[in-house]
């Protein structure tokens, strides 16, 4: 199984980086691909923008590696309770070019802050309206407080009952 994860940030050190490489782990004998959003930075999406650069190749390249995965594993970082920017961006540019962006795709959600909702707002935005892209999520999960759920240091989920949670999505997949 091929399994494509990435942060829905641009954050350089993104805590949710760090929570979508370690779902990702979890998927027992899967060859992980860990993409970073600042490698996918285009122009702010606008009608102008796209008539003046038609599709970019970035796009392509983004959509082929949703395409050839199998499954994803995206965690979502939250800016004003919303979708950060480089995430958003991406994402209107890529549904420029195909409107089922996630491709029919199985997918685990993700999202952590390190404040105790744990990027809660974004991460029902996402299960709300992903579907509609194609993706078929299989379930989601919210890690609060991730400086003291998250042991940075051996890149784990050290709270057992989130943890157990996070096991039990990845083995739907």
Known sequence: MKILAFAASS?????????????ASLVSGADVEVIDLNDFELPIYSQDKE???????????????????????ISF???????????KNIFDWASRSAKKVYDNKKMIL?????????????????NTSMPFFGAQILGSLS??????NFDIENSKIKNSEFNQKLLDLVNLL
């Open 143 to 148: 890690l609060p407080s991730f400086n003291e």
């Open 11 to 23: 954050s350089r050190n993104s805590i949710n980086k760090k929570l979508a490489r370690y779902a």
């Open 110 to 126: 993700t999202s952590t802050s390190p404040g105790p909702a744990g990027a809660k707002s974004v991460l029902a935005a996402a």
């Open 51 to 73: 008539k003046e650069l038609g599709e970019p190749e970035i796009v392509r390249i983004f959509l082929k590696k949703i395409a050839d995965a199998d499954a994803l594993i």
């Open 77 to 87: 970082a939250e800016h004003n309770g919303s979708y950060t920017s480089a995430y």
